[in-house]
């Protein structure tokens, strides 16, 4: 079965920098789309960002762009979201998802899912 796991989350002040990173049990990033979410206390669900299966294109909600990176590490076989200019509005929780979503922010097209791990922004 697949699985994701994410870490890297903790308490950053506004301003700073986090690094994300997914997980992901066999080969699963040659095979499937990886998008990161994030949901906000008493919030939906949210896209943020995503890579395809080749690395070759990536795609970021209007909030991450210029500030999030996606990337795939093969070595590591991990999905990393470096979070660069934090602020106190990117508090959540973020999840790693993976699936034949495409181009797709829908998190109903992505079909695994991570626990999620905690990013809280002080400010």
């Known amino acids: 079965q697949v699985q994701l796991v994410e870490s890297g989350g903790e308490l950053v002040q506004a301003g700073g920098s986090l690094r994300l990173s997914c997980a992901a049990s066999g080969r699963i990033f040659s095979r499937y789309d990886v998008g990161w979410f994030r949901q906000a206390p008493g919030k939906e669900r949210e896209f943020v960002a995503s890579?395809?299966?080749?690395?070759?294109?990536?795609n970021y909600a209007d909030s991450a762009k210029g500030r999030f990176i996606i990337s795939i590490n093969n070595a590591k076989n991990v999905v990393d979201l470096q979070m660069n200019s934090l602020k106190a509005y990117d508090t959540a929780v973020y999840y790693c998802?993976?699936?034949?979503?495409?181009?797709?922010?829908?998190?109903?097209?992505?079909?695994?899912w991570g626990q999620g791990t905690q990013v809280t922004v002080s400010s």
């Open positions: 998802a993976a699936g034949s979503s495409g181009s797709s922010t829908s998190p109903y097209d992505f079909t695994y």
């Open positions: 890579i395809s299966r080749s690395g070759a294109y990536t």
